[in-house]
């Protein structure tokens, strides 16, 4: 299985290369292979999971630290809104241990307001070119927007995370079979204006596995190959304090699909609500105790801001369950 999935991101790969000019490599100050890295480590995050890569504490676990290039993150306030400390930012995160970075110009947060696909990509590519500059770490983009997504990878990205699971932009599903990238399908009820306005299920982790099943059903029917595809839960999106832990203690539930699981935990509400810290820069034990537990429990990627805790506590993880 693995060499298959590599050989058909090589194939995408070597697409992508052919569309470079010389110039745009220069400008980059990349060589060619760098560029391939990036799609040959996303083609090993999203090899079927085996019995073997989720045992608790397994060196598989990858960490992808999270950029917010918006005025009004819920975690940072827009402190890397600017490119310039948006690309420091990055390289900061790969420094520390990310081993996907995810850059997304939409806060999702409860109650938030759509952004412009124009606004969208006025954020993002300039931050992609100045990081493309010094690194080829695997560049997740989130957004649920397929222009969006099609100009960043054409700058080089190589995931689109979707928190829509690809149901709001009707050309999304199209544009993934076409670039063969990495695609996150993310589970969400409602929108983000919506979404925690009593969410309600009568088996949260049930209906999730339900949803799943259904959004790589259509992903296959669209020619979306499976080796391209991660799950993420979706903590904090529609979801109660109870949904959320519910998620995370059955998210064994989840490998039954065979899909990569991503779990984004960090920093947020619910971990305020049963710390009492209300201030989302003060939660990163909370994010880091979640993130360990998920780990155990099969996750194969950690969505969070804080990267070099997170490094550490998989680091113990790892020794203790050896």
């Known amino acids: ?29 990349l060589e060619p292979e760098t560029i391939v890295r990036g799609d040959r480590a996303v083609a090993e995050m999203t090899e079927k999971q085996k019995p073997e890569t989720q045992r608790p504490g397994s060196s598989r676990a990858r960490l992808m630290g999270v950029l917010n290039v918006t005025p009004d993150s819920f975690s940072d306030g827009g402190r890397y809104f600017q490119p310039e ?19 997304g110009a939409e806060s ?23 990081f493309r500059r010094h690194s080829a770490l695997p560049v997740s983009i989130d957004t649920r927007v397929a222009a969006v997504a ?9 995931i689109i995370n979707d928190i829509s699971a690809l149901r709001h932009d009707p050309l999304m599903p199209g544009l993934a079979a076409r670039r063969k990238c990495g695609v996150i399908l993310m589970h969400m009820l409602g929108t983000p204006e919506t979404m925690q306005q009593d969410p309600h299920y009568d088996d ?34 529609g979801k109660t304090l109870e949904h959320n ?24 509400s619910f971990l305020g609500l049963l710390t009492g810290e209300r201030i ?11 993130g360990v537990l998920a ?25 203790l369950s050896s």
């Open 1 to 29: 299985m693995h060499n298959e999935v590599v050989s058909r991101f090589k194939f995408h790969v070597s697409r992508f290369r052919l569309r470079l000019s010389t110039p745009e490599l220069e400008t980059w100050n």
């Open 85 to 103: 400390a948006a690309a420091q930012r990055a390289l900061e995160l790969e420094a520390q241990g990310a081993d996907i970075l995810d850059i």
């Open 108 to 130: 999702t947060r409860p109650g938030s307001s759509a952004v412009s696909a124009p606004e969208q990509s006025a954020r993002l590519l300039p931050v992609l070119k100045l």
């Open 150 to 158: 099609e100009a960043c990878l054409d700058e080089g990205a190589n």
């Open 204 to 237: 949260v982790v049930t209906e999730i596995v339900h949803f799943m099943r259904e959004r790589l059903a259509a992903c296959a029917e669209s020619g979306i190959m499976e080796a391209q595809l991660m799950i993420d839960p979706g903590i904090g999106f």
């Open 245 to 268: 832990l519910a998620i995370l203690r059955r998210l064994g539930e989840l490998m039954a699909l065979q899909r990569p699981v991503v779990v984004g935990a960090s920093r947020k």
């Open 280 to 290: 989302a820069e003060r939660r990163t034990a909370a994010s880091v105790a979640a």
């Open 295 to 319: 780990v155990q429990n099969g996750a194969a990627i950690l969505r969070v801001h804080d990267v070099a805790e997170h490094r550490a506590a998989l680091k113990v993880l790892k020794a």
